[in-house]
């Protein structure tokens, strides 16, 4: 298991490194300075090696800093159950994975969470869970919308990961309060997508698009993404990818390898898989290419990079990312939400994951948005009306419910 705690000398040096290796080299990068990347341009990107793939990241890294800053905003991860109805065959949660103990948050746990974050001033959370769509499952995380409402006096903005709903379940909770959706398409190929997924009404390719647009109709800042180094997944594919993210017009992003779980069907095609570092390194690419595509949204540098990678998420805010999310789930659950083998930081404590990070993000050369809810630029721009959303930073201005 790697540790989050900063283990020694020799990470920081490789950290060091890293940020000088991205600074732009002299060579012309003519491709890089094209106003639109087309699909075969994007492949030429996502196979670049020396002069050309210091300069993608370096041209991110530019974009990055003059269209939205050097700032990282924290978002507290609860990931609040994992109990599915869902039969993924990436996810190690999936409904037929027996081997795992399902646990579902008390509201008390949340909201001891949720003031962490608070006092810890992260301004934001994001629960994450399991799928489901039954009455009592949606009463209790409206219940709990407002709870957390009334127990920040609405400081804190709340980001929702809970798969796909009924469009009136987008609206109860955007009205309870939470005001960004995450909901990864995976891969936007649809022949890919029937290969991860079992062939029926609950996992159809076609649905996880109009739910993506519920949630548009919904009012929430939207995120999407997919995932990295699938098997039969190609570079095409991935460009692919890019475009139709951009062609959907995301908020936010978060995107990540695939890390194969034992416990799920994908896993035998574990020989098939490109190196583990390698999907790494296309990950870091296809930041860097979203951020290039989509100047002013907000990216996710998410814990699976950090699995491969020690310093994954911090080398993902220097070509790109601004939003990282600490786990603040309780420890003893934390074992019981392995979607993947290897996931990080299981056995930290949060008080541990914060102040590792700040040191992380620092040597990134970044800065942390302390007590600010980095809302995503893009939607502000898309979304003009102050009045159909809670989009805004309480501080910047009085309009939140
Ligand atoms: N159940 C909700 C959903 O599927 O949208 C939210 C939680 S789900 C666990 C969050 C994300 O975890 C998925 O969208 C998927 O991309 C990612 N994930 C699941 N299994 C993974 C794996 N083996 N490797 C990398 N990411 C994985
Ligand atoms: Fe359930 Fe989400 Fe895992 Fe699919 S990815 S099995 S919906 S938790």
Known sequence: MISCSISGRVLWVELITFVKNIAMTDQTATLLSKSDLTHSDLITLLNAQGDLRKNLFARAAEIKNKCIGNKVYFRGLIEYSNICSKN?????????????????????????AAQFALDNHFASIVIQSGERSDHKFIDTIERLLCKIKKLSDSRLGITLSMGEQTEETYNRWFEAGAHRYLLRIETSDRELYSKLHPNDSIHDFDARIESLRALRRAGYQVGSGVMIGLPF???????????????????MAGMGPFIEHKETPLYKYTGQLLPRQERFELSLKMVALLRILMKNINIAATTAMQTIDPQGREKSIMVGSNV????????KYRENYKLYEDKPCIDEEAEQCRSCLEARIHIAGNEIGWDEWGDSKHFALRMPDPDKVQLVDPKSINKVK
Do not use: W
């Not at 139709?244 to 908020?251: R, S, V």
């Open 88 to 112: 993924c065959y990436y996810c190690g949660v999936r409904r037929e994975n027996h081997k795992v103990e399902r646990y579902q948050l008390t509201d008390e746990e949340v909201l001891e």
């Open 233 to 251: 997944q190609t570079i095409e594919s991935l460009a692919h990818d890019l475009l139709f993210l951009k062609e959907i017009d995301i908020d």
């Open 324 to 331: 990282i999310m600490p786990n603040l789930t309780p420890v």
